[in-house]
């Protein structure tokens, strides 16, 4: 079974359940009710969503197909207050310690010159060396890991990345939140394991150390195939003169000659890429300069030490060849046992991609064509919203499965295949949604009438200032 803790002790799933619905129903404001209906659409519509407009022609949608667009665009949400609701529900665990996963996932909108804000996303195509930069949405995601292979996480917030935002002083401000956000839920307390954040090699693991050193939080990153970290200092000679040096030995991640002796080294089986091989050493740091993310930094740069881990498996899933994976967390210390789960800590950090996949192919997240990033806004918080409750649904609902499918062992029925259920649960449930008043529709623009405002055009691409970037960085601080 998944690892899911639960504070509320005798809490019943549906009540659970329930009670989430009552709190995010009590977190909208204008146009609550289309927005409400809105969501149930996403939860019990057939199939996959291929258009924002056919969920109004769900049984569940009560009004018509111009309150949903109305809903979007001229309602409100408190999202500040959906957030601790959010926060407040099971959280799983790998274990007993929570692990955070945070990632950027782009909604592409290539062809929205009407559209504000809009960022160059990084897309990674099927072929080698078929990346591109595509205008889109990029919203950082944060969401709570499990023990095993799963499609499931727990999504716990999401910040869509504007022009003038430094990514890696958005994403400690997110972090920060959402840690406080669980401690006030209970989530944790004093004495229970520190938080591990999981990061890909696109964040500066180091400089989200340094931010976050303050939060009970230890975080893993991978690190690129051509890093160059150094070693601690040897102790000075007898009689040397001049300053004493900073930074020891350099360990190349691509030159195995500048590896020295690993601290800690472990072989354990796996059922999924055969052997994997760790190999781990400690107090390795980067050397950092007064450039880039440090060019603003009062004083001499820090030394930020932790473990630098190299992990080496047999086998990939489909017959690729494997290469080595290069981790660094921010323990300089960690203990052997610490560094195993590191790394199976890490791995679990590809479950978020089955998220990714689900949110947009099944219920639909990037098929919408709206044009203000406010209403983007709404709209994925509502299908966060929708994601929850087939999470708090999970052990309410029944496996109807097609003819061709396999049978799920209980207790690990997939996102999809919860929510083809969810129309079947909804009846047992409250519906805070009030039903529709009577009404007719407006008369619309006059025939022949053209609109005669242009919608304005915006830029693709960032604009920020040092003195944006500087004021930023004090905030995170402070």
């Not at 049984?59 to 407040?88: Q, T």
């Not at 996932?105 to 591109?132: I, K």
């Not at 990033?373 to 999970?394: F, G, K, S």
């Not at 496996?399 to 009846?427: I, N, Y």
């Amino acid at each position: 079974m998944d690892s899911v803790h639960d504070d509320r002790a005798g809490v019943e799933p549906i009540t659970g359940l329930c009670r989430f619905r009552e709190e995010f129903y009590s977190c909208l404001g204008a146009r609550a009710d289309a927005q409400f209906e809105l969501t149930e659409a996403l939860l019990c519509a057939d199939g996959p969503v291929r258009c924002l407009v056919d969920l109004s022609l769900a049984p569940e949608h009560r009004r018509g197909h111009g309150a949903l667009y109305d809903g979007l665009n001229h309602g409100s949400i408190e999202i500040a207050r959906l957030r601790r609701c959010v926060a407040g529900v099971p959280l799983p665990r790998v274990g007993e310690r929570i692990v955070l996963a945070v990632d950027v996932s782009p909604w592409l909108r290539p062809d929205a010159e009407t559209s504000a804000q809009r960022l160059f996303c990084h897309v990674h195509g099927r072929a080698r060396g078929t990346a591109q930069m595509i205008p889109g949405w990029p919203y950082s995601v944060v969401a709570a890991l499990q023990t095993g292979r799963s499609s499931w996480t727990a999504v716990l917030d999401a910040i869509r990345l504007g022009p003038t935002d430094d990514a890696t002083t958005v994403t400690a401000a997110q972090l920060r939140e959402v840690v406080d956000r669980l401690r006030e839920a209970g989530h944790w307390r004093a004495g229970d394991p520190d938080i591990w954040i999981v990061l890909d090699s696109g964040y500066d693991v180091a400089r989200l150390t340094f931010l976050l050193a303050d939060l009970p939080v230890q975080l893993i990153g991978r690190l690129r195939s051509d890093r160059v970290l150094a070693r601690p200092v040897a102790p000075p000679r007898p009689g040397a003169r001049g300053r004493p040096p900073r930074h020891g030995p350099v360990v190349a991640l691509a030159d195995p000659l500048t590896w020295p002796t690993p601290e800690h080294t472990s072989t354990t089986e796996t059922t999924r890429y055969g052997t994997a091989q760790a190999t781990a050493w400690h107090r390795c740091h980067p050397r950092l300069c007064h450039r880039g993310a440090w060019l603003d930094h009062h004083g001499e740069v820090p030394i930020i030490e932790g473990t630098l881990i190299r992990l080496q498996v047999q086998r990939l899933p489909g017959e690729r060849a494997p290469k080595p994976l290069c981790l660094w967390t921010g323990d300089p210390a960690a203990t052997a046992t610490d560094i195993d789960r590191a790394w199976q800590a890490f791995l679990r950090r590809f479950d978020l991609e089955h998220t990714f996949r689900f949110v947009k192919q099944t219920l639909g997240w990037t098929t919408p064509k709206l044009r203000d990033p406010a209403a983007a806004d709404r709209w994925t918080w509502l299908v966060i919203a929708a994601h929850t409750q087939l999470r708090l649904a999970r052990d309410l609902t029944t496996d109807l499965r097609r003819p061709w499918e396999r049978r799920c062992p209980p207790g690990r029925l997939t996102p999809a295949r919860v929510r083809r259920g969810f129309r079947h649960l909804r009846p047992k449930i409250t519906l805070p949604a009030s039903a529709p008043k009577s009404s007719r529709p407006g008369p619309g623009r006059p025939p022949g009438i053209p609109n005669h405002r242009r919608a304005p055009r915006h830029d693709v691409g960032k604009t920020v200032t040092r003195a944006h970037t500087l004021t930023a960085h004090q905030q995170i601080k402070g």
